[in-house]
Structures are given as C-alpha cells and as structure tokens.
C-alpha cells in the first residue's frame, strides 16, 4: 500500500501534465459544471418570483412548475414557440446567407487573379473584428422611421421615403445585420481550407478528364466540406444565441428571440422560466455541435492535411474582373466606410434627425455639461464614466487575454500530452462546454452563486474580479481550441528531448513550448482581447456603476435614447479594437520568422 | 555485468500488448539493435527504457538500480535517468542555434560555463560542425541537423545511448557515410547503446547483437552472424537478407539410402548432411542467394532446368530470378553476370547450406 503511494507520488511528479489535469479537473468542475448544474437546479425548483403565482409554493421545493409554465401552458406561444420560431428563422437566414457570402469571397480571393488582394483581404475581415451590433446601429441611422418612437433615419429625413416598419425593425434588419457579421467567419474559415487543398489534387481530376464543374463538386467541394461544417456550426450557434443585435433591432416592436426573452425574463427576476429557455439553447447548441461531428467527424483530418498551400495558376477572371471588383468596393463601402460615417456623422449632430450643416456641433464630444442636452451628459472626451468605462474594457481585455492565453496553452498542453485517455477528452471537453451556454444566463448563475463568500472566495458581486473571471471562463473555448491546436503543431519529441536532457518542467515550459507556441499564444491573446472587448451579454448583469465597461455604457446610453453617445463611445470601442489589431499583429510577425515544423 | 535489465517488461495500450513481456540484459559497452517491422513494439520498448513510456507491468534496472517497479514503488522519471536519447525527427529545437541546442541540457546538469564551452568545442569537432555554431536548425541539412543531434546527446556524456531510427530520415548515400561514423563513434566512447530500427541491413552492419522483435515478442537475441546464418525461426529468416531468404515447400523422401528433399520443381540431394527425420510431412527448406550455384543447363540435366524471369545487375553483385513451375528462387552473383533473360539455367545447393523449418511452428528443425 505505501509502495504504491509511492509510485504513483513518483509518477505524478514526473508527469506534469497529470497534475496539470487534476488542477483544470477540479477549476473546471466549480466554475463550469457547478453552474450549469445550479442551472439545471433552479430550474426544478420554486424560486422567490413564484411565490406569488403558484400558490402553496415554497421557495427550494421541487416542481415541473417551470417547465410546465414555459411548455405547456397559456404563456407556451408567447414564452416559448415565438422565441424559438425566431431564433431559428434568424438564425438559419443568417447562417445561408453568411456562409454563401464568405464561401464566394474566399474563393475569389484565394483561387482566382482579382488584384489588391492583400488589401481587400484586410478590409473584408473588419466586420470579425467589431461587434456584430455596431451594424444594428448604423442600420437605425439609416432605416429608422418615426412611428416606433425615436429619431427618424437617413432614408424618411432626406429622401422623404416612408420606411416600412419590416425594414426599419425586426427579422429582416437583424437577418441583414447578423449576416453582415457573420460573413466573416466562412470567410476565414474557407480561405484557411481552400489554401491547404494541394493544387495538384484538382490537377489530377483535369488530367483525369473532369469538367470544372464537376472537380469543382467532386473534389474540392467534399475537401473543403469540414470547414464548411464548422462554418454553419459556428454561426448557426452564435447567431441563434446572439443578444446585441435582437435587442436594439428587436425589442422596440417586441420582436424576441430566445436570447432576448431570456433577458426580459432575468430582468424581471424570472430566473426559473428563463433557465429553461436557456437550456432549451443549450441543447440546440449541442444537436447542432453532434450532428456536425458525425456528418463530418471523420473527414476531419482534410482540413489538417497537409498541401503546399500554393496555386501555380489562379483562375483569370477576364472581363469580370473590373465588375468583380467594383461590386467589391460598393460592398465594403455599403458595410464597413459607411456605417463607420454615418456613426460619427451623428455624434457631431445636435439634433439626431437634422442633418443641415447648421446642426453640427462637438458638444458631444467636447462639450461640458448642459442639462438641457442629453440630460446634462458631458461631452464624451469630459466625461468620466466613459473614461473609466474605457479603462475598464481595456484592463478587462488586456487581462483576460493574458490569462486566457496562458490557461489555453496549459489546457493544451494537458490535453495533448495526455491523448488518447479518458481525462483529455474530458479537460478537453469541459472547456468547451462554456461555448453552449448562453451568456446571460451563465452570469445570472454567476451573480447568484458568487454574490455571496462561497468558500474561500469572497463574496465578489459588483466587482471587476466577477467580470473578469466570467469573462475568462466562457473564452475558454476558443483559448483551449487554439491551446490545443498550437500544441499538436510542436512535435512531441522537442519536449521529450529535453526532458531526456534533465531539463526541469518549468525550464522547459518556458524555453522550448512557450517559445514553439508564440504564434498561435499571440493570436489566441488578439481573439480573447477582441471578444472580451465587445462582450455585451456576458457581463450586462454583472456591472455596477464603477465596473461598467464600454458595451454596457452604449447599451444604457442606447436605453436612454442618447444617439449621439452611444455612437460616439461605439468608436471609441471600434478604435480601440483596430489599434490592439495592430499592435498585436505588428508584434507577432516581427517575431514569428523561425518556422515550427520539424523536419 | 549488464548496464540495462528487462524484467518481464510489457505495455498495452488498452488491451494490446505493444511490448508482451519481455526479458533482455544488455551488457556494459555493447551495441544492442532492436530490429522488426513496424508496430513490433521495438521503439515502445526503446522509450520505456527512456522513460517516455511507462510500463503496463515489469521492472527496469540499470547497473542494478531500479529505474522503473510497481510493486517496489520505483519511478524513476526521464530526467533523473542520465542517458542520451537520439529521435528520428532529431527533435532540435527550431527556435535554438546549434550552441545553445547542446548547451541548454548541460546548464540544467549545472556544469560550470567553462566546461561547456570545451564540450561543445569538442563535440562539434568531433561531429565536424565546427563553424556551424550560430546556424539554425532550419539552416542546416538533413545531414548536418543529425549531426547535431549526436553532438547534443554525446555532450551530455551519459554511458547509455538510446537511438530510435536515427538514420532513416538521411538519402541513402549519407546514411551509409553515418553508419561507419556511429561505429567509429561507439567505438571511441565505448557508451552502452541500444539502436532500434527496421533496417535489417543497418542492423547486420552496426551491432554486437541484435534483437529481432515481432509482435511485442522477443523472436531471437544473437550476434549478427548468428541471426544471419542460423535464423531460428522462419520470421526472422524472411527478415533478415537481402534478397529474401529462398523458401522452398516440399517433402523429405529416402531413394536407394539416400535423402533427398523434393517438390514439383526440384530434388535436392542431401547426400552428408543429417537429415531431419520428418520424412514423408511437408517441410520448408531455405537457403540464401548467395548459396545456390548457377551453370548453364546442358541436355542431359535439361529437365531440371530452371528459367531466368529476370536479371538485375547492380554493380557488384547481380540477382538472378529463376523460375519452375510455381517455385521461384533468387541468385545472387557476384559482378556482372552473361545470364540473359529467359536463359535455361541449372542450379546446384550444397546440402549444409539448407535449413528446414517447420511449416506448421515456423521453428527451425536444423
């Protein structure tokens, strides 16, 4: 007996990576499963709203009260089916037009002779880098009409055109928006595989006798079909659980997707009802998530297969070519260099709907206080909560990406030192689960579990550490994902040699996998940073006055109909991101020039 | 003494048993290949003695010190083991010039600096990469990269080398060129080494001895001469040779107080030669290409004669491929040789020269 304690001390302090796996092991169970498992439990259970509307309820009791509430019952339609009917109409819109809009571009850029093409590639993957709802709010400028309440658009003011309320509110603005958004992702995702598809294997069907169109559908479509998967995968996921958008877009004609219901229903202290509404995405999520992986889990390996990545001749586009590339131009001027106009047009106008010269102003800018406008708002630059809001996002960025970054790799390398065993599967696994669960919900769990000193850790409501921490654990995710895959890139014998050598863990932690791994610890850092910036639904909970962040600042100047601050400090947010963009990329490529593949 | 013990050594992954079990003892200073086919469990067996591998079950010595026991309660992890280790990939670290590659294990076994600096100066020369210091791997050829790897593990002085594959990713031309340089090396610093590869000829070439492994088993432990001449069994025959060992199906039969072995296409007298007494079941004989004698087939012998389907001149040496019915038989002469393809030809074996095995075990019968 205390031999074998004695191996397996030996063993564990030889293996670093277990002990790795037992510390996420036991993070992991308290601040991912915990939760959900709290969820599940609010769920079954009366809470303190109920009281009042079931009677004989005790709060804590057991019940099918929600679900019978949420499922079946006088409240189903408007609960429940609408909501759902919404999110899934929004979502696979969204989904159909995104993934034909980013497949085209990446085509175009990575198979045929379109010039400036390092150029349009930078620009045509700004929308991934911005909120999605930054283009909600631009579309308001535009289609705006004065019936709903509010200031009326570009289009009724100048053009005198009545806008429709379809177009100006509700599904089709948010399909639009969201699409526009979400393009971004297929496109990368495509370029990324139509890049590591070997020219030769469509040489070879030519040689063979096939068509274009048939190489087309018979080899390159089946090799790119895995990122295609993850493509609808990601943005049915993100755009079904997506709350921004909905909620400027949506709410003002009660227009609600699951998401926002979710919402309306944690506002109002719901919290049984709307965890039930939140599970009900869980599980989408996760069907969605399985039935990818099993149409494609095992074509996997093509997007990972190796080509040279190079095209000996791109497809000529001939005539088409000046048409090709003036629709380009109209397309990032319509959804990049004009909404980003429109907005700060309308941070200089002192009237939002007046769009004479006579009306500019830099009061919201510059200006001091006055309490006739914008109930005595202080210009953006003067104005201290937006300053601390910007310090905030900035310090929540800057700290979660390090952290994240760093948790990634140690996943992965936990992950892959361990494969092929149950535990890795499982740490690899459990940092995913986060990406399923919608974000309002998980900070209402949080807010509930943390208000109070739980453990040995203090109570943390209203405090920076409870954003941060949120923040970090639902990008888990993506860092462990780029973790994991930045550590199958360094063959396993760099670190075994090593560790042959006598080198100690740290060491070679820090000299060899750090080092091997800078690229994608870099890029990982840019994604969380960038996410952690535009977090919106995550952390509207959870911020107090001193802790509010910029998203939370325009979505309450938004609630106070204040449209010049709100897309004022929208630029802000939009600089800020463009500037860690290039810093981060800046300070990536001068230093990733040795390459990482052995051999 | 042996410097490395195997006690019973196994490793499955999941139910398999890569490594089933095995028993070696390799001896202070020697050349120990481990060779077979891939999936043999050779190189398992290689990193569980590193240390890279931990064992399902069995014990691990080295100059009597457990290195790895359950029921003792030993784990003695990689780092703490001293040995050199060399890949296949080489495993340099890319982002490191060839200095700092040697020179970062060394700090970490808290050597002084000045007696770094003389061990890279000394292994670099003795590799011939003097000049080389500041290159990075990428930098560098296949060749020189392995290079750097041996001047890595030889800076370390440890007295066990462990080699997995460490040739097979070099052009033909330069693993010759570094086989005689690893003889020469082990030679000159007498480090107890065991080298594992699927190389058959690399094996014959470099070791004291040699371990020919199938299926996590130990198939036969002997010096390269005896593994060539005298294959205990029909696997590692078939492995070890090339060409492949001739295998002939047939009968053993008595004629006028004679044997003879025989089948459709040929009668082989066995005439001096202790006959196994397993007359009148089917046996195997074998014999090497080297052993059958080749003369032009004259009228009177014509009806043994046996067809040339293929000639390969190689040089030195040229192979002969004959054919007789469903009997085929590779020939091996020395030089250049007149055979033409479709020649008639008759061949003559000196009956010492055959073993017989056992069609059934695949055991050697003599």
Redesign the interface.
């Known amino acids: 007996m205390?031999?074998?304690?004695?191996?397996y001390r030996?063993?564990l302090?030889?293996?670093p990576e277990l002990i790795l796996s037992i510390f996420f092991i036991i993070v992991f169970s308290f601040l991912i499963v915990v939760p959900f498992l709290k969820m599940i439990h609010t769920t079954f259970t009366y809470q303190s709203y109920d009281l009042r509307l079931a009677r004989g309820a005790v709060q804590g009791a057991f019940t099918w009260f929600h679900y019978q509430r949420v499922f079946a019952s006088d409240l189903t339609k408007s609960f429940f089916i609408t909501p759902l009917l919404n999110s899934i109409g929004v979502g696979f819109s969204v989904t159909i037009i995104a993934m034909i809009l980013g497949s085209l571009l990446a085509w175009l850029f990575v198979r045929t002779d379109i010039p400036h093409r390092k150029f349009f590639q930078t620009v045509i993957v700004v929308p991934y880098m911005i909120p999605s709802w930054v283009i909600a709010l631009a579309w308001q400028l535009f289609f705006q009409n004065t019936r709903i309440g509010g200031q009326s658009g570009v289009l009724s003011t100048f053009f005198h055109i009545d806008v429709p309320d379809w177009l100006s509110y509700g599904f089709v603005p948010i399909v639009i928006c969201l699409a526009l958004h979400y393009y971004s992702y297929t496109f990368l995702l495509m370029s990324g595989a139509l890049q590591t598809i070997d020219s030769e294997l469509e040489e070879a069907g030519s040689i063979a006798g096939l068509k274009r169109r048939e190489i087309l559908r018979k080899i390159t479509f089946p090799l790119v079909l895995p990122a295609l998967g993850s493509s609808f995968v990601l943005t049915v996921t993100r755009s079904m659980g997506t709350f921004g958008t909905p909620a400027l877009l949506g709410l003002p004609v009660r227009f609600f997707t699951l998401p926002t219901q979710i919402y309306a229903m944690i506002n109002a202290r719901n919290m049984g009802d709307s965890f039930v509404l939140a599970l009900v995405l869980i599980v989408m999520a996760i069907t969605a998530i399985s039935i990818n992986n099993k149409i494609i889990g095992v074509r996997k390996s093509f997007v990972t297969m190796k080509g040279k990545g190079f095209r000996a001749k791109p497809m000529e586009l001939g005539k088409a070519k000046p048409v090709l590339v003036a629709l380009l131009i109209v397309f990032i001027i319509m959804i990049i260099v004009l909404p980003i106009i429109m907005l700060t047009w309308s941070t200089f106008m002192l009237l939002p709907d007046n769009y004479s010269f006579s009306n500019l102003t830099s009061h919201f800018w510059v200006g001091k206080s006055v309490a006739m406008i914008s109930s005595g708002e202080p210009g953006i630059f003067r104005n201290r909560g937006v300053l601390r809001a910007t310090l905030n996002s900035v310090k929540l960025g800057v700290l979660a990406s390090i952290v994240n970054a760093f948790l990634g790799l140690l996943i992965g390398y936990s992950v892959v030192k361990n494969r092929g065993t149950r535990l890795s599967k499982l740490i690899e696994g459990v940092a995913f689960a986060p990406y399923v669960f919608p974000g309002i919900a998980f900070s209402a769990i949080y807010l509930g579990m943390f208000s109070k000193s739980f453990g040995p850790i203090p109570a943390m409501y209203g405090t920076f550490s409870l954003i941060l921490l949120i923040v970090i654990v639902k990008n888990l995710p993506f860092s462990s994902r780029s973790g994991i895959a930045a550590m199958l890139q360094v063959?396993k014998?760099?670190e075994?040699?090593?560790?042959?050598?006598?080198?100690?863990w740290l060491?070679r932690f820090r000299?060899?996998i750090l080092?091997?791994c800078k690229s994608g610890f870099v890029s990982g850092m840019l994604l969380t940073f960038i996410t952690a910036m535009r977090e919106l639904s995550l952390v509207i909970l959870l911020v107090a006055p001193n802790t509010g962040l910029l998203t939370t600042m325009i979505f309450s100047y938004k609630t106070q109909e204040q449209t010049q601050h709100v897309n004022g400090v929208t630029l802000i947010l939009l600089v800020i991101i463009i500037l860690a963009n290039i810093i981060i990329k800046k300070f990536a490529n001068t230093k990733t020039g040795?390459?990482?593949?052995?051999? | 003494m042996s410097k490395i013990s195997l006690d019973n050594l196994t490793k499955k992954f999941g139910i398999v048993a890569a490594v089933d079990g095995i028993n070696l003892d390799v001896v202070e200073g020697e050349f120990l290949t481990l060779l077979g086919p891939s999936g043999c469990g050779k190189t398992t067996t290689l990193r569980m003695i590193?240390?890279?591998e931990?064992p399902t079950s069995g014990e691990l010595y080295s100059d009597e010190k457990v290195l790895f026991s359950?029921?003792?309660?030993?784990?003695?992890?990689?780092?703490?083991?001293?040995?050199?280790?060399m890949?296949?990939?080489?495993?340099l670290?890319?982002?490191m010039n060839v200095t700092r590659n040697i020179t970062?294990?060394?700090e970490?076994?808290k050597i002084p600096s000045s007696e770094i600096k003389t061990r890279v100066n000394d292994v670099l020369n003795k590799v011939q990469l003097k000049g080389y210091e500041d290159r990075?791997p990428?930098e560098l050829s296949?060749g020189q990269q392995q290079r750097v790897a041996l001047a890595?593990m030889i800076a370390?002085k440890s007295d066990i080398f462990l080699m997995d594959e460490p040739l097979s990713?070099l052009d033909a031309m330069l693993r010759i060129d570094m086989r005689s340089e690893l003889k020469h090396l082990h030679n000159e610093l007498g480090a107890t080494t065991v080298y594992v590869t699927h190389d058959q000829v690399e094996a014959l070439t470099l070791s004291d001895r040699i371990v020919v492994m199938n299926n996590g088993k130990i198939i036969q432990c002997d010096t390269p001469e005896a593994i060539y001449m005298n294959p205990q069994n029909l696997f590692v025959a078939k492995f070890v040779g090339s060409p492949p060992i001739n295998l002939m199906k047939g009968r053993i039969i008595k004629e006028n107080n004679n044997l003879f072995f025989k089948n459709k296409a040929i009668k082989l007298d066995l005439k001096g030669v202790v006959a196994p007494e397993t007359e009148s079941s089917d046996i195997i004989a074998a014999v090497r290409a080297e052993d059958i004698e080749v003369s032009p087939s004259s009228s009177e012998n014509q009806s043994e004669a046996f067809n040339v389907y293929s000639v390969l001149p190689a040089g030195s040496e040229t192979i002969i491929t004959l054919q007789r019915g469903e009997t085929e038989l590779a020939v091996k002469l020395s030089g250049f040789s007149s055979t033409k393809m479709n020649d008639s030809i008759s061949i003559k074996i000196r009956p010492e020269k055959i073993s017989f095995f056992n069609p059934e075990t695949e055991e050697l019968i003599r």
């Open positions: 205390f031999k074998t304690l004695k191996f030996a063993k302090r030889s293996k063959d014998s760099l075994e040699t090593a560790s042959i050598q006598g080198i100690p060491k000299l060899i080092p091997l040795q390459s990482i593949n052995l051999g | 590193a240390g890279l931990e359950k029921e003792k309660g030993v784990y003695v992890p990689p780092e703490m083991r001293n040995l050199g280790f890949f296949q990939s080489y495993a670290w890319p982002h970062l294990g060394l970490s076994k990075f990428s296949g890595r370390a990713n």
